[in-house]
Nanobody
Framework: QVQLVESGGGLVQAGGSLRLSCVAS????????MGWFRQAPGKEREFVAA????????YYADFVTGRFTISRDNAKNTLYLQKEILKPEDTAAYYC????????????????????WGQGTQVTVSS
């Protein structure tokens, strides 16, 4: 199975940017559909973005509205989430997740379809 470790979170002012990383070990990242989710205190974990195994297909939550970009470097076994124009409502713990799938172009938005999760990295956006 794959192990996932996120990094890159922190405190940032509104309007700023951050890049989150998720490094996979144990199995090659190219075997998995990858996704980013987030969870704010007292709220359900929600979908942010997903990327297919090949990297050719991506999908974003509506609230992203072009501010975030998901990408992957399978050679480095690393998933990224570039976040721009951050807002206070983006404050949450961000988690990367992996789902083994055969179709190289499929994306997944339902958290129940992901089998492996990282421990999360906290992002706090001040107003």
């Amino acid at each position: 199975q794959v192990q996932l470790v996120e990094s890159g979170g922190g405190l940032v002012q509104a309007g700023g940017s951050l890049r989150l990383s998720c490094v996979a070990s144990g199995r090659t990242l190219s075997s998995y559909v990858m996704g980013w989710f987030r969870q704010a205190p007292g709220k359900e974990r929600e979908f942010v973005a997903a990327i297919s195994r090949s990297g050719g297909s991506t999908y974003y939550a509506d609230f992203v509205t072009g501010r975030f970009t998901i990408s992957r470097d399978n050679a480095k076994n690393t998933l990224y989430l570039q976040k721009e124009i951050l807002k206070p409502e983006d404050t949450a713990a961000y988690y990367c997740a992996a789902a083994p799938r055969g179709n190289p172009d499929r994306v997944l938005t339902d958290k129940s379809e992901y089998s492996y999760w990282g421990q999360g990295t906290q992002v706090t956006v001040s107003s």
